[in-house]
């Protein structure tokens, strides 16, 4: 026993919040290092303009607590940045979380001594902290991806990364913007961005598929029938296969066994109402090519349809499978491309060759610039995780065991790392989840078996390596039945320049619930528990 917390939480992200609180109704001590210098994780950061989740809002935010989620009004159908970080604030203080978390620190290092069976935490503060329990509540998307571009350095103008966005007002009134990257950050902030700059050049390598969002704010009336019966709302949403869309059942039927005509007034019919529930308007559209095609022709026709120059039309219309990459969902985002201020570049042929401090050059052109937003992503699921300085068992570190790709059990735990959990690791459904139902199956998970050694009386618990090499067997055996892993998207780690290529998220919730909790149920199968 030590005189520090029993637990040392890293990140006061939604995840973080919750397993605080978590600890609390246990007994358990817990405290939480944050770098930034507030609650919200990704909603933090994340302040670029038009940023809003892709999750319905009445869906995305905690089911903990009934009163919590009786007292918070949503304004929208998808909830912006600022009001979702002013509800990871009010949580915080309505569960009086702050005093609890070290802000505007970030933790370096953590060493597992097995005498003591406990992690020591190192934070850029100069502090260590000892503890029996180390949770990694750090973001599946919280280390950004800046690509290695010459002269990137020398840019003389503005330079913003959508993952880092400044705390203050950014403004494009008049100014030469330029944005590299076309994924879902891109798409949200490319029309807000043109609304006020004077131009607006867009450097797309890949071009994506996109779904209108149909944005809307909420009715009090849809809002207090959800309210009257939360609970079993939730629950519902929980037995999708993403956690989410209750509301917009999937069809299971194949796009094969109805009419050309009825297929395409079941695309329509998503298409109108918005949102990534689109896909799931057949049941083969993840799984089987000739499926995906009609999905993806359906979306391509509408960019032909809505981009008034033709040869613009066609520089903006993807050819890989839909879905694959993250579907992004927007609000006018290719019809934007018909202003006066905005120009396509297209830099998947003719690569960008170099930053200028003046501006962005590629295709022998320089593109001069007052401003560059680099919406390139994010070092996805383990970027966070390998740049802290992880020892386990014998000083084994983390970054090794991970060398060819992230290995975990259950997306929780890895061999030879004792007593650390991580929330929405690679290997658990995720980013395929609502990241809320996720974050907190997770979180319950860990605390009730932290919980469970302290009850028993034993000190340390750790997934066998046995377990683990069969976990991620099936979580690959599971993604190469879908067409996930056909092009280079961030679950596969494809977007940075020599990560290894793996499929890091698992496809569908309620089973995988169902294992955690049969592991729990034989005894933590697959783990060894110590005394
Ligand atoms: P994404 O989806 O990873 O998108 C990054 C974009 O940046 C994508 O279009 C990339 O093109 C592009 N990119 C990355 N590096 C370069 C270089 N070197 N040159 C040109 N273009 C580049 O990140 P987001 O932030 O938009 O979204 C991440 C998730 O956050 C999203 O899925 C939601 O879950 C929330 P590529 O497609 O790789 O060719």
């Known amino acids: 026993m030590t005189d520090g917390p029993d637990v040392v939480v890293v990140g006061a992200g939604f995840a973080g919040m919750y397993t605080l609180r978590r600890c609390r109704m246990l007994g358990l001590r817990a405290r939480a290092f944050e770098a930034g210098t507030g609650v919200g994780g990704t909603w933090y950061w994340n302040r670029y303009p038009g940023a809003r989740c892709d999750v319905e809002s009445m869906e995305y935010s905690y089911s903990f607590d009934e009163n919590l989620q009786q007292e918070w009004n949503w304004s929208e159908r998808y909830a912006a940045q600022p009001e979702i970080l002013s509800y990871a604030n009010h949580v915080a203080d309505r569960f009086d979380l702050r005093r609890d978390i070290t802000f505007g620190t970030r933790v370096l290092r953590a060493v597992w001594d097995a005498t003591t069976a406990t992690w020591t935490v190192h934070t850029d503060g100069g502090e260590e902290v000892v503890a029996p329990y180390l949770v990694m509540a750090t973001g599946c998307l919280s280390s950004t991806n800046t690509p290695d571009i010459p002269g990137l350095a020398s840019f003389a103008g503005e330079l913003h990364h959508t993952g880092n966005w400044p705390h203050e007002a950014v403004d494009f009134r008049g100014k030469r913007v330029g944005v590299i990257g076309t994924g879902s950050s891109a798409v949200q902030a490319i029309p807000v961005i043109a609304d006020t700059a004077g131009h607006l050049t867009v450097f797309q390598r890949t071009p994506q598929y996109s779904v209108p969002a149909r944005n809307r704010p909420l009715e009090v009336d849809e809002v207090a029938a959800t309210k009257a019966d939360y609970a079993t709302f939730r629950e519902r949403n929980r037995r999708m296969p993403a956690g989410f869309g209750s509301r917009y059942p999937r069809n299971e039927t194949s796009v094969f066994d109805v ?6 007034a079941e695309l329509q019919f998503r298409w109108e109402r918005g949102g990534t529930t689109f896909m799931g308007a057949f049941g083969d559209l993840a799984l089987d090519r000739e499926a995906n095609e009609i ?20 520089r903006l219309t993807p050819t890989h499978v839909i879905g694959c990459k993250r579907l992004c969902i927007d609000t006018e985002y290719f019809a934007t491309f018909n202003r006066d201020n905005v120009t396509l570049v297209d830099v998947g042929t003719d690569p960008i060759e170099s930053i200028t401090p003046a501006g962005v050059r590629t295709g022998g052109v320089e593109h001069e610039l007052d401003m560059l937003i680099l919406a390139t992503g994010f070092d996805a699921m383990t970027g966070t995780l390998l740049r802290i ?25 890895v061999a030879g790392f004792p007593n650390l959990f991580m929330v929405s690791g690679p290997g658990s459904p995720s980013v395929l989840t609502n990241m809320i139902v996720s974050i907190e199956q997770h979180v319950e998970w860990i605390t009730d078996c932290i919980d469970h050694l302290r009850r028993t009386g034993r000190r340390s618990i750790e997934a066998t390596p046995e377990a683990q090499e069969d976990w991620v067997a099936h979580v690959n055996s599971i993604a190469d039945k879908t067409l996930y892993p056909t092009c280079n998207s961030w679950y596969l780690g494809a977007n940075v320049p020599g990560k290894t290529r793996v499929f890091m998220p698992l496809l569908g919730f309620p089973p995988y619930v169902e294992t955690c909790r049969r592991v729990v149920d034989n005894d933590y199968e697959g783990f060894t528990v110590g005394v």
Request: net charge negative; charged share 35%; glycine share 8%.
């Open 259 to 264: 009419s050309e005509d009825d297929a395409r």
């Open 295 to 314: 999905a993806a022709s359906f979306v391509r026709e509408k960019i032909a349809e809505t981009v008034t120059d033709p040869e613009v039309a066609a």
């Open 389 to 413: 300085d992880i020892r386990g068992r014998d000083g084994a570190t983390l970054r090794d065991a991970w060398a060819a790709g992230p290995r975990t059990y259950l997306g929780l735990s």
